[in-house]
Antibody, heavy 121, light 106 residues
Framework: QVQLVESGGGVVQPGASLRLSCVAS????????MHWVRQAPGRGLEWVAG????????YYADSVGGRFTTSRDNYRETLYLQMNGLRAEDTATYYC??????????????WGQGTLVTVSS | IVLTQSPGTLSLSPGERATLSCRAS???????LVWYQQKPGQAPRLLIY???TRAAGLPDRFTGSGSETDFTLTISRLEPEDFAVYYC????????FGQGTKVEIK
């Protein structure tokens, strides 16, 4: 069955860096685009970044552009989010999500359980 | 594109009908309009894609409808497990979520 398992979250000071990982299993990883979505405590969902199945096309929200970089290792079936220059407003649970293109439809069909990033001095 | 969900909170009793709205700031491709359910401490769960197609195994009390700028998620008869937060998503760059509607027990 499809599984997405995030890791790498923790408590860091403002300005620090952190790298999140999302290990995939149960499907052919290199045929799916993957995205990161975050959720600040008690708040709604916010799209963060996305990467195409081959790792070539990358997309970023304005709020993280220039600070966050997403990448993937299709051999290791792992998605990454490198977060630099972390700010208090980056505090959130970070989810990885699998993108699905079904005929003319587009959506996220599977999500990981999330990893919590806390930015605090 | 901004997605505005209303109401922010819906207080209803089990067995009642819930009607959730998602309004886009401009016309969007309904193929890219998606609904998710999220319960506390859990990841979002896919409910509806393409504005009206139910995800596999979703009970038929959940119905999605709408086009252009106005989309609706209807839960015909609320079950105890349906009390949660619901989000709409426009799946296109930049990917945009609505702010959510909380369906709570009255």
């Amino acid at each position: 069955q499809v599984q997405l398992v995030e890791s790498g979250g923790g408590v860091v000071q403002p300005g620090a860096s952190l790298r999140l990982s999302c290990v995939a299993s149960g499907f052919t990883f290199n045929t799916y685009g993957m995205h990161w979505v975050r959720q600040a405590p008690g708040r709604g969902l916010e799209w963060v970044a996305g990467v195409s199945n081959d790792g070539i096309k990358k997309y970023y929200a304005d709020s993280v552009g220039g600070r966050f970089t997403t990448s993937r290792d299709n051999y290791r079936e792992t998605l990454y989010l490198q977060m630099n220059g972390l700010r208090a407003e980056d505090t959130a649970t970070y989810y990885c999500a699998r993108t699905r293109w079904l005929d003319d439809y587009r959506f996220y069909d599977y999500w990981g359980q999330g990893t919590l990033v806390t930015v605090s001095s | 594109i901004v997605l505005t969900q209303s109401p922010g909170t819906l207080s209803l009793s089990p067995g009642e009908r819930a009607t959730l709205s998602c309004r886009a700031s401009q016309t969007i491709n309904s193929n890219y309009l998606v609904w998710y359910q999220q319960k506390p401490g859990q990841a979002p769960r896919l409910l509806i894609y393409g504005a009206s197609t139910r995800a596999a195994g979703l009970p038929d009390r959940f119905t999605g409808s709408g086009s252009e700028t106005d989309f609706t998620l209807t839960i015909s008869r609320l079950e105890p497990e349906d009390f949660a937060v619901y989000y709409c998503l426009h799946y296109d760059n930049p990917w945009t979520f609505g702010q959510g509607t909380k369906v709570e027990i009255k």
